[in-house]
């Protein structure tokens, strides 16, 4: 069943590989956000991660349903760079359809998936969500285009970082 306050997700399906235990006696620093660039459910993206040396804490589904893959205290191995790795949560996104569309997400993908990046942050007192410093893009730590339309001048980066914004001043009780 889903938490935000203590981060428990609908469904906990655990990495047996490709993720460090423990983070190498750091915090968390922020939030690093990441596309499939597929349409994978929960159990999908962890069949691929079995195979491939990647792995995020949460996988976000299309239809909204949130997976833990990797727990908070561990490291994932999802933004090409260990020490980011060991700073920050990894949140994977579903996208609704592949390349043909341009790899949308839905509204509720994109919902979820803010609601969740304020939980961390506010879990983690990390402050309200900032594009650039509590909230990142895999972009910024690796040659790939990842998380596309979520990142900065992506077409729902201003809805995805408004609806963090919200979510956070909704569980915190701050005004924005």
Known sequence: ?????????????????????????????????????????????????????????????????IGQLVWDDDTAWHAADPDVNQTSIGIEVSNSAGAEQDWPISDTAIEEAAHLAAAVCAHFALGRPAAGTTIRWHSEFAATTCPYHLARGGRYHETFMDRAGHWFDEMTGSTG
């Open 1 to 65: 069943m889903r938490n935000w306050e203590t981060l428990d997700a609908d469904v906990v399906l655990l990495m047996d590989r490709h993720f460090t235990p423990g983070r190498g006696g750091r915090g968390v620093e922020r939030v690093v956000m990441h596309h499939n660039a597929a349409v994978l459910t929960v159990e999908q993206v962890h069949r691929v991660w079995q195979d491939r040396p990647a792995s995020a804490h949460y996988q976000v589904e299309s239809g909204g349903r």
